[in-house]
């Protein structure tokens, strides 16, 4: 399990899930409540997942440069990232254009039809 992940499951949890997860959540509420494009979900993403792996080698003594447990941990806070931009993003267009839009879920908004015949 050690090598999927690229550090042990109660590192990936605590450091990847708990910590860097939090730390995703805020970024994706961040780019979303300021209208960033899509991409910079990705970009920041690239960003957490290297400050991750570098954590796991400093902290826990993990393989710095393994390539499955980057390209998973950045999967993962990539996922709660994108999830948390959507929500935002969600929230931003119902509050800001309620004659426009109306919630299709807690990650969607689809027009608002006119009443008008």
């Given amino acids: 399990m050690?090598?999927?992940?690229?550090?042990?499951?109660?590192?990936?949890?605590?450091l990847t899930l708990v910590v860097f997860g939090g730390c995703a959540w805020l970024t994706g509420q961040t780019l979303g409540q300021g209208w960033k494009p899509l991409w910079a979900v990705f970009a920041y993403s690239a960003l957490l997942g290297a400050g991750d792996r570098f954590l796991v080698y400093g902290l826990f003594g993990g393989e710095l440069l393994s390539l499955w447990g980057y390209v998973l941990h950045t999967v993962v806070l990539a996922l709660i990232v994108y999830l948390s931009y959507r929500m935002a993003m969600t929230n931003r267009m119902v509050r800001q254009y309620p004659w426009l839009y109306q919630r299709m879920g807690p990650f969607g908004w689809r027009e608002r039809h006119s009443q008008q015949a």
């Fill in 2 to 14: 050690d090598g999927i992940l690229g550090a042990s499951p109660a590192v990936f949890v605590g």
